[in-house]
């Protein structure tokens, strides 16, 4: 159960139990004491819940805000490697200080040399007996 679901089906409950604390005032004046502490502690309950539901609109508004910087300074970011590159030159070790890898050249393929295949031995003729060449 999610816990916004139990927090709203506990306050219902306290209410009830408040309102029907009120409603039999007279007949329970010894529970006094306890339903002046149950309205006080249930008005701090709706209070904090109200500061909840502000904080959560305001954690949204943050994490768009803070989305949207954060895509602004990776677009930045680029212009600036890119401006870094221009300076120095793609070739430089220097604009490895600045998170980029220098053009260092294509790497040549080794050349291997084929293995040259070894002759088979020559079949054996029908007229030659199994183990005996000539």
């Known amino acids: 159960m999610p816990r916004e679901t139990k927090y709203v089906g506990i306050v219902g409950d306290l209410q009830r139990l408040l309102g ?3 409603a039999n005032r007279e ?5 006094e004491p306890f339903r002046q502490k149950l309205a006080g502690i249930l008005a701090q309950v709706l209070e904090v819940l109200q ?7 305001t954690k ?5 805000r803070l989305q949207r910087l954060l895509g602004e300074g990776q677009r930045l970011g680029n212009v600036v490697r890119t401006a870094v590159k221009e300076h120095y030159g793609v070739r430089e ?3 490895v200080e600045f998170g980029l890898q220098p ?4 790497k040549v393929k080794a050349v291997t040399e084929k293995p040259v295949p ?6 054996a003729s029908p007229e030659t007996p199994a183990g005996f060449r000539s």
């Open 27 to 31: 007949e329970l004046p010894q529970l």
């Open 93 to 95: 070790e220097k604009v």
């Open 60 to 64: 949204q508004e943050s994490s768009k």
């Open 51 to 57: 500061q909840q539901a502000t904080l959560k609109a």
């Open 20 to 22: 029907a604390l009120e």
């Open 118 to 123: 070894t002759p088979s031995p020559p079949p």
């Open 103 to 106: 053009f260092r050249g294509r």
